[in-house]
């Protein structure tokens, strides 16, 4: 999920357990829920490094335990370096009243927090890199979901509102404000994701128990469309055809399996085979979820290509990847290489 919502949802969390947050509460569940996303860095340096590293490097379990050390760690420093610097009346420097085994739990929460939302959007995670390289996801909200930021944007924002309007009558400021909200805006955000996983769960099983045109589904995939829970976009692998079909459960919309778009696999042949082999298109298959190859002749040379069809021709954001490799004649690899799909088209 996109940086903002993490950061909005941090900053719930905080208003939600105000009474019990240490110092610097705030600003710890804020850093260390935003922190894993330094990865998307690796966006710069091209295709190739952001397969490699966004939502892997960063967002291990690994990764984790160092941020949570090194977060708490650092606002303990500045808490103690603070607090030295003033004395007792004799010189003697002021003890530190910092819990540092609090401000870790509390970057625990905020790193789990970050972790937890990106299991069940977009991609997924690699939370056991780099000691093995598999995706966790649920594909049960979008990268850029508009109800999760609109609940927090309200939850957050209406106590600002209603204290200016309390200020203006003259009513008395509590501590205490911003506290139920932000609470709600995570129970509503909870029950979200749970009615989301529910309707998930119902759209896989109605792709799995459908023929399409007559061809028996060998894996099939669900994905979200951020606008409206009741609409999901489904992948069918078949042995010969990836078919695509929108499932919705809005009223007066009947699923059906023949209105699907059909993409037929390639042929076998030894072009195919070469451009499969390369180290290009095996990191890939390691990342794609429903791999569709493409092969097209170019006067003296070949152009092999691989996508994954969970992302929509459309999707222009950096996850949707491709792998383009050019062979020449014998087979031989001219080049291989990762592209953002968006400026491979």
């Not at 490699?52 to 960063?58: A, P, V």
């Not at 905020?110 to 937890?116: E, P």
């Not at 042995?239 to 696999?265: L, M």
Request: with cysteine.
């Amino acid at each position: 999920m996109e940086p903002v919502t993490h950061a909005l949802a941090s900053l719930a969390l905080a208003r939600a357990g105000k009474k019990h947050l240490p110092r610097f509460g705030t600003a710890m569940l804020i850093v260390a829920g935003v922190a894993p996303d330094l990865d998307y860095a690796s966006y710069f340096g091209g295709a190739a490094w952001f397969l490699r590293f966004d939502r892997t490097l960063l967002h291990s379990l690994l990764a984790s335990i160092v941020f949570i050390g090194v977060i708490g760690g650092a606002f303990y420093f500045v808490s103690a370096t603070r607090d030295g610097r003033g004395d007792s009346g004799g010189g003697t420097p002021v003890r530190s009243k910092f819990p540092l085994g609090a401000a870790l739990i509390v970057c625990m929460i905020g790193v789990a927090g970050h972790l937890l939302l990106d299991v069940v959007s977009g991609v997924g995670v690699q939370l056991l890199w780099p000691f093995r390289e598999r995706w966790f996801a649920f594909d049960l909200v979008d990268n850029f979901d508009i109800w999760i930021l609109a609940f927090l944007s309200v939850g957050l924002l209406l106590p600002m509102l209603t204290g200016l309007v309390s200020e203006e009558i003259g009513e008395r400021k509590t501590s205490g404000r911003g506290r139920a909200s932000a609470i709600a805006a995570l129970v509503l955000i909870v029950a979200y994701v749970g009615i989301r996983g529910f309707l998930h769960s119902r759209a896989v099983d109605l792709l799995q128990s459908s023929d399409y045109h007559g061809r028996v589904p060998l894996a099939a995939g669900a994905f979200p469309k951020s606008m409206s829970p009741l609409e999901w976009r489904g992948v069918v692998s078949t042995d010969n055809t990836i078919e695509e079909v929108q499932v919705s459960f809005a009223g007066g919309h009947e699923f059906d399996p023949e209105h699907s778009y059909t993409q037929y696999k390639p042929d076998d042949s030894p072009v195919l085979q070469a451009g499969e082999q390369t180290d290009a298109a095996q990191r890939f298959l390691e990342y794609a979820r429903f791999p569709v190859a493409s092969v097209v002749g170019m006067g003296d040379r070949n152009r092999f290509e691989l996508r994954d069809e969970r992302f929509d021709t459309n999707d222009s954001g950096p996850a949707n990847t491709l792998v383009r490799v050019e062979i020449g004649g014998g087979q031989q690899v001219l080049s291989e290489e990762f592209l953002f799909a968006s400026s491979g088209r």
